[in-house]
């Protein structure tokens, strides 16, 4: 029998999440919740999943323009065994009790602290973590680049200190709200949260994190620098990640000089909605000196946590014991390989 | 049997013709060009196009790179029916007496110039112009939009006079060049080159254009008033496009407001590469004041002429009279549909 | 005596407006007001005005931050013979009724309605409907722009129709708010309030406008078209515009081709805060066709409405009879000229 | 007697340093070059300056549009004591010859190698390698803002290792070339040459460096790491920098959040064109942590390094014996000040 899950918030990720998850053989999605009667409203039913209003209050809205419901959330929760709470930031948190009262599982996002549920989330560095767990978090986007570049290279070489300067796309390609249109801004408060972050997966590392917000609305480039306990090359580096899922190279002499450049070739891959679940790393844009070794990575910002939040839910719902069986198994129904 | 297509140049239009040929069950794509061993060629590789140098100057660069190579365009044309020639503005009249002396079929882009076949082709409007000719032009993407949205507009109701204001973006999401990065630029030479090329196609539309540039990646924005030689009301006009092909409504009040949002849909829709083949009309952003119809529409640079090769091929290739069963067939086979 | 000057809103109008009331001999500023101790109003102090709270809830703020108040709107208004109000859109409608018990003059900005004065301003096209009142409406950056060039060519040759196409601006630079920052968003409600805000200046004008913001921070773009009532060749347009204050001309021969290009020249003509406050033509890109006129023109959104103010000033204070005389008094002080 | 000053290229440099040159007391710009009838050919006689065709084949050109030469640089470089080279990146090295064979004194570009003339310059930091010297290279705006905040942090607190991760702007803002419009883009050739060039200043300072150009025109921010060799607080920082010239301190909590904030502070101070020649320091985003040392700086491309080149023009002309003499001087003149 599949795994229920619930979508609450079916956004930017809420959205694709369920796409992902509708994908797989051993979990369905039996519902999403939306506040408005948005484009993305009318999508979820063209999609075939059942709509339900967040809230009472919301349903006025869509009956106004002849929307059907489902229901409310309350009426979705008994009917999933996982929430996946893909609500804006800070919102998580407020729902937190309503899951909690109604006994569900449920996963939150980057957006929320740590401490809304203990449990910080990637799926090839700490699996084992969210097992049978009734709340995890998936941390953010830049969270899980930084996570899937560095656990693999700190479990074979060492990282005796990593620093990473984030910068930061400034608002998703449909969002009106963002940064500034012609400016670059610097998150003032030192060290930024990112690399603090980082430390609820790896709490050993020792990173610090600084970031700009910048006009684009493809991808976060980190500009990184590790020193490592050993030495290395820079083909050592590239085999480690290489070997490891959900990295992929890019090489700046074929002509993938951007991220926008990056998402291009997403798009002619026929990776669902234009998306790179994949972090990209420039194969030509490494170099080690000494023991330091410096690497530029690229992250998409909207879809590279959603096979992670796959995983998780294996691992919440205890369906699978191998992290990598799991990782393997979402990869191949999302089309993500080298 | 199936015309057999080849497409010189495997860049932005050219790869998009390339995968539509290839849903077609009337035509198949028996080779491409390309001037580099970039990450395009690589791409044509691997959707399975056999790969041709361009010219025997550019073997050696992907002999360099290991690609390998079919031959050059020499050795491609013997194989075709039709030339789907998608090199850059201006190259394609270089080409013209190649083809002329193989005596194959080409089809030209818009940013040739008319006199390159005499014949400038938009599906809906003038299918049959192109019938077995030897040379075609399929206009731009922005002569395109215009045509899809004036020509049913003159038929049904008579234009007496039309205006558009271009919006148009700076540059393709992958491409370096391209307009100032926080400039608006104008095409000071008046009129502009779109109303007369539209004309091209309608020669009887009184139609004048001015056209600016601004620095976004996303879409053209046309604003068009035209002067109605019959009354007509909102309901009428977005009834008579509702009844052509490739035309579709967004509502601002869904929250499909901006070009950015437009294309959005298109991912969430799971239209190949995101892209958007229809020309987009606000439904919420028209109106008549007396004889005057204003409206707006956003024209997707990247793929909107595609289809319209594809009708191009079958009229040349004379393989289908009835140009709307040509259209339908191309657009069902492409995911277009309202 | 000078006429006393309070402004209220020390933000990108506010401000400009006390450095131009300041360079004036018959006029001077006598207090300033602000809502919160940002740079801007250590600016103010820094320029020796007296800064002033918005209002007593504030008060607090500035205290902790050690800035020196000289009291509040309401110990300012007492002092000062007309207020400019440069408070948002919307917030001068909520001061009216302060100023109106107080029996204090007070000049509102674009974003308020027309009936907040039933006085709309230009200074060449109706300078005299200000004489004496006690409330008057400065018109919006882009009405004053088409009031500008189109009044001009209306009295000498008559206009038939006119339309206009506005590529606004997304945001001010220094704003964090504004449009998307890769997309063209239309105004969808039509016709645009823009014609409509032209003919409160002139109400026998038939305009209509549509309109869609770009995400650039340089100037608004207008495309006009105007159909004429007498025969007219560019040249004859140019001579017109070339009479009237406050219509500078540019050349894209010259390598003047975008508003950044225009806003860059600004800066090298030592324009206080590289502003430029004529609306720019370009004069190689106009165009007569029969009876229609095509041309394009710049609109620096955070200045042209400045010396407008500073002429306003003088018709509800009764100091200066001749439009012309103010005008050229203030362009003079300003460093307009051609 | 004044040193004779001429500018080889009136340019985005070259325009902005001819103007500084005219504002001291002990140098004058006797002559300027151009190889087009711009309107910044326009600009430089409207200002005085001598005009000169950078070379023989551009006088018909100048002819043509009617404007009046004073000669072709040929004729300006006798009349000179010392040459402004402010031609584009790699044209400085090609005029080295001209300027040799001449006997006249040169200053160069960062745009040129430090080989050009061995010596690469910072008032602050060397000002006495230039003295008497004939050539003489200017850093780079990027280098300037490096070395003037990393060489009093050097001489007080030592750095053991420094590493910065420049988010660049991606063009000038009245430049058409740039970067692509809605990308980030990673300088992929590791480390790059900005740490190397600081090298050529303070070439004990083990420092290194990673890039990325962003789509915007407002100033270079800089994400600077340093470990130091002696305990430090963030005040015992701010307070070195502040005893030294051309570093200047913004504050976030003031409002002053972004690059384009900062460029608007200067349009407010009523700097000439707008400009910071000074580098801002967020005096709310400096950390220490240890002894690592974290902060953010901006840099105006377009004006930072002019000053030096003032100063660069006194210890080549051996005028002034005092760096800092020479740095007041010109700072007093130039209005840069805390």
Redesign the interface.
Known sequence: MKVKVGINGYGTIG?RAASAIQRMDDMEVVGVTKT?????A??AIKEGFPLYAAAQENVAEFEKEEIKLAGTLTDLIPKCDVIVDATPSGIGAMYKPIYEKAGVKAIFQGGEEHGISGISFNAFANYQEAWGAQFVRVVSCNTTGLVRTLFPIDRVFGIEKA?A?L?R???D????K?????????S?K??THHGIDVQTIMPWLPI?T???V????????H?V?VELRKKATENDILSVWDNVPRIRF???K????????I???A????R???DFMEIIV?Q????V?GN?L?Y?Q?IHQESDIVPEIVDCVRSMMKIETDPMRSIRKTDKAMGIGK
């Open positions: 959205k408005k009667p948005s484009y993305e009318r999508l620093f300067a910068v796309r400034g608002a390609p449909g969002d009106k963002g940064s500034a249109l012609n400016a670059i801004e610097p003032l030192l060290p610090r600084m970031a700009v910048t006009p684009t609305t493809m991808m976060h480039v500009c620098t890019v090489s700046g074929h002509g993938i000089k951007s991220s926008a450049q998402m291009e070739l798009r002619d891959l026929g669902p909605r234009g420039w030509d844009g490494i170099k000196e330091t410096y530029y690229a």
